[in-house]
């Protein structure tokens, strides 16, 4: 049975891991909470003392954690993945972070013999549990036919886009979009409400056309219920939004709207709502309550 070591027990990761173990696989984690891996330690994923330690016990090793300071911490720190990584092994990123931090890991990981792939995700919270998750990857290329399978655990789609940094890249790509339509999801209710309109009627109306998105029909009915829980944490999306606007200042690009969406979620963190998910960019509007029936 072939064990991966994993780093990153949160939303994301969690749901990843227990496919993993549902698929057959051992799985050595470490999270800096352990008590925020415990459900997995019961459900049958062995518990490592540090991420040098998960990366020895594994060939290949898997990391989500939430911002580029992070995924530096979890890979060059004393105790961090490359100080336990063994020659041969593959490390693979998948927290969605900078080209520039993609491209460090993947030179020092090169120095010891090991290869690096990023591999940022989309599809959020569900994808993660039902194992439907777009892999966007950059890297090392002969590394893929390894990580194939697992992938096809995880994800219904894998995409590889060139050497490292690319697949982040490609997640920043994604991130603009998603921020139109959270944008436009939010602003289309707030309307819908202000006209006194149905909101179920709206959801299922503009759903059904030519403005249907994967935001409108997963997160639209989390708004109607007043469900803020995070599928994808407020406060990560407003650190991908500042990585998509700097790459794209670094290519001389201009993309006024994603820097509105960017000053939105601003807000939003700003107003103590960084922990909610990316839905709750609703509590924005005027006359928007928990209960938007109200």
């Known amino acids: 049975m072939e064990r991966i070591g994993f780093v990153g027990t949160g939303v994301m990761g969690t749901g990843i891991i227990k496919n993993l173990l549902k698929a057959g696989y051992e799985v050595t984690i470490y999270n800096r909470t352990k008590a925020h891996a415990q ?13 040098a330690k998960v990366a020895a016990d594994a060939p290949i090793t898997f990391s989500m954690v939430g911002f580029p300071q992070d995924v530096a911490d979890v890979y060059f720190s004393e105790q ?3 100080a336990g990584a063994q020659a041969g092994s593959i490390v693979v990123d998948m927290t969605t972070s900078t080209p520039t931090l993609a491209r460090k890991i993947a030179a020092a990981a090169g120095q010891r013999g090991t290869a690096a792939v990023d591999a940022p995700v989309s599809g959020g919270d569900i994808g993660a549990q039902n194992g439907t998750l777009t892999i966007m990857v950059g890297g090392d290329q002969a590394a893929l036919p390894q990580l194939q399978p697992i992938f096809d655990v995880i994800g219904s789609q894998t995409h590889y886009f060139g050497t490292a940094g690319s697949g982040q890249h490609a997640k ?12 436009g999801l ?4 707030a309307y819908a409400k202000a006209a006194g309109l149905n909101l179920e009627d709206v959801l299922a109306t503009v759903g059904g056309g030519a403005a249907a998105n994967w935001s409108l029909t997963n997160y639209g009915p989390r708004i109607l219920a007043g469900d803020y829980t995070p599928g994808f944490f407020a406060k990560h999306f407003l650190k991908d939004l500042r990585i998509a606007l700097d790459e794209a200042e670094r290519m001389h690009l201009e993309l006024p709207a994603t820097a509105a969406a960017k000053q939105l979620y601003e807000q939003l963190v700003d107003a103590g709502h960084g922990n909610d998910g990316t839905q709750a960019l609703i ?3 005027p006359g928007w309550k928990d209960n938007p029936h109200d």
């Open 80 to 82: 961090g993945i490359l």
């Open 186 to 189: 939010t602003e289309t209710l």
């Open 172 to 183: 920043m790509a994604n991130q603009i979009m998603v921020a139109g339509t959270m944008t």
């Open 283 to 285: 509590k924005l509007y």
């Open 39 to 51: 459900g997995l330690i019961d459900a049958g994923a062995r518990w490592a003392a540090s991420p």
